[in-house]
């Protein structure tokens, strides 16, 4: 029972978030930080529009968020922009719009990264109005050429982050909705929750779980169609998709660091207050509206051998992220280098972030980062480790004591 579940879920949005992963590679290669960061670096309200608007699509959780959000700030943008982008960016991106639709429907696979846009917009409009001043711009320079990426196919770049890098930061959380959704289904009935599911009780109820818990916008799906499934509204699972993938206790410190108390409140009573309201708003104009009468959002269009390759390259994708990022190839220690740990880094665009601060450091190479241990090592000079450190923590992470 357990099993079919898995497979049917599984099947059902494999189409979608494969299309998704690569649309996202598409993005992690033509829309850069630094195409984010030129048109965010205006006090306008406009770049705040215009940062919640770029923010949507971009596939990277709360945790993901954080350095790129101090990388702009760090680079002049302003803080109701840098809010602006923080709100709305975790909510959603192309992977989690997908399976949204696959799972809960096109009404919510619409609903949902439009209010995560209005959502972004009035919380960077509110910072914009009360505390709007500009981090002073930081020039980096450097020479021959450290800033350099490697040379590789904007095709193999597409690829490598859309089907590697990307499922790699969400296979464990996604198979662990995915499973638990599947328990839910199976040994909760259906409209169980109904007495406490709906109204304004079921939404903070779902504010309260969302809140704290570290859980990115893909991964949430699976955990909300569970939940609606035994017996919450949809106004009320929108709460926790809004409130769960753009909040949890680590993020929320580092955003205190960053933006300021003052700005932090303005952060969590945006999305708590968009939420709520957003929930309440949905259930009034679609009262009743279940994905559960017609099961999962079945794509009729493919047929059934190809949804079993599909959803068999799907697993394959997600086995082979999760071997890569818990058993990577073992390297041939370089005894020379310097080594520093590093706390709070969840995913792939952390390391990537570290990386590229660390460009600009004279003379420090052969740089390697470990996710999993958060061990960075490096060649360079001694004098270099205190930039290194500086540079890690203007990112919002932290130095380990070893």
Not at 64 to 80: D, E, F, Q
Not at 233 to 260: D, E, H, R
Not at 373 to 383: F, Q, R, V
Request: aromatic share 12%; net charge neutral; charged share 15%.
């Amino acid at each position: 029972m357990i099993l079919d579940n898995l497979w049917i879920m599984i099947s059902e949005f494999a189409p979608y978030l494969i299309l998704g992963f690569f649309i996202s590679g598409l993005l992690s290669e033509f829309l850069t930080v630094e195409i984010v960061q030129k048109y965010l670096g205006s006090d306008s309200l406009f770049s705040v529009f215009l940062a919640s608007l770029l923010g949507v699509p971009i596939p990277l959780c709360s945790c993901g968020v954080i350095p790129v959000s101090a990388y702009l700030s760090k680079n002049g943008a302003s803080k109701g922009s840098v809010t602006s982008f923080l709100i709305s960016t975790p909510q959603t991106g192309i992977d989690s719009i997908f399976i949204t639709y696959a799972m809960l429907g096109p009404v919510f696979a619409i609903y949902r990264p439009f209010i995560a846009f209005i959502s972004g917009v009035l919380g960077g409009a509110l910072v914009h109005f009360n505390d709007d001043k500009k981090s002073e711009i930081v020039e980096e320079s450097c020479e021959d050429d450290c800033c350099e990426e490697e040379s590789k196919s904007k095709i193999y770049n597409v690829f490598n982050y859309g089907f590697v890098k990307l499922p790699m930061d969400i296979a464990g959380p996604l198979i662990f909705g995915v499973v638990f959704s599947s328990l839910i289904l199976v040994f909760i009935p259906t409209d169980y929750f109904d007495m406490v599911g709906s109204g304004i009780l079921g939404m903070f109820i779902m504010l309260i779980l969302g809140l704290p818990t570290y859980v990115c916008a893909t991964a949430s799906v699976p955990i909300a169609f569970a939940l609606h499934s035994s017996g919450f509204s949809m106004g009320a699972v929108l709460v926790f998709l809004m409130s769960g993938p753009a909040t949890n206790i680590a993020t929320m410190s580092v955003i205190y660091k960053i933006l300021g108390k003052k700005n932090l409140l303005i952060y969590l009573l945006t999305i708590i207050l968009s939420s709520i309201s957003f929930g309440l708003l949905f259930d009034f104009i679609f009262p009743g509206l279940s994905v559960l009468d017609s099961g999962y959002t079945v794509n009729h269009l493919l047929g059934s051998n190809i949804k079993f390759i599909l959803s068999l390259s799907l697993i394959i994708i997600l086995l082979n992220a999760l071997r890569i990022k818990y058993f990577p190839s073992k390297k041939i220690n370089n005894i020379n280098a310097e080594e520093i740990f590093i706390d709070g880094m969840t995913c792939n665009h952390c390391v990537d972030s570290v990386r590229k601060s660390l460009k600009n450091i004279k003379d420090v190479k052969d740089i390697d980062i470990d996710l999993a241990s958060g061990k960075l090592s490096y060649n360079g000079p001694s004098n270099a480790k205190k930039n290194i450190e500086k540079s890690i923590l203007s990112l919002g992470f932290k130095i380990k004591n070893q």
